[in-house]
């Protein structure tokens, strides 16, 4: 009769530990979702604040932009001649960034710098091969395809960034 209650409480102990864990997992399962939910609605709010910001600048500005899909906006004001890149090219790009308002936080010496697509921000990745060698304009960037909700050195988390771009060389 002892070797009998044992037996019972070994499996009465392994199915309450096996239901607890169950639950567990369950209400981790939740929480992950919930979370996940918040950040996607969180991300789709800056999103749309992104894209009224871009449309107001473009209105201000009086441009004439290409909207990508992606909350990519690009003004090509000449297209260029030379040669075409694409997202993993080497390039040498003259540009100047800047903050809607107008603060430049960045910009390159006229002679531009030379970089790989796939190592800058995805709105230069996406928005760079929009243009030719030879070729300039803006690149309209959501906050989304810059930095996103990370700030870096002086550019502020969650912000839209405008950069004046001239292409200079394929290479």
């Known amino acids: 009769m002892r070797q009998n209650l044992s037996n019972f409480l070994r499996v009465f102990v ?3 530990l096996f239901h607890n864990l169950y639950n567990m997992k369950n209400i981790l399962l939740f929480l992950t979702l919930g979370l ?10 800056q999103a749309q604040q992104d894209e009224e910001i871009i449309k107001q600048y473009i209105s201000d500005h009086n441009l ?4 990508t899909g992606t909350g990519l906006y690009v003004v090509i004001n000449n297209p260029g001649t030379g040669a ?3 997202a993993t090219s080497d390039v040498t ?10 603060t430049i936080f960045d ?4 002679t531009g710098i030379t970089f790989n697509l796939s190592g800058v921000i995805a709105g230069w990745t996406e928005g760079i091969p929009y243009f030719k060698e030879g070729g300039h304009g803006i690149l309209l960037v959501p906050s ?3 930095y996103g909700d990370q700030s870096n ?3 502020p988390a969650n912000t839209v960034l405008i950069f004046d771009v001239s292409l200079l060389e394929v290479l």
Not at 93 to 102: L, S
Not at 107 to 110: D, K, L, T, V
């Open 14 to 16: 392994f199915h309450r």
């Open 36 to 45: 996940l939910l918040i950040s996607c609605n969180k991300a789709e709010k």
């Open 64 to 67: 004439d932009a290409i909207e």
């Open 84 to 86: 075409s890149c694409n």
């Open 93 to 102: 790009v003259d540009y100047k960034g800047y903050f809607t308002e107008g």
């Open 107 to 110: 910009e390159s010496n006229s």
């Open 144 to 146: 989304a395809l810059g």
């Open 153 to 155: 050195g002086g550019i």
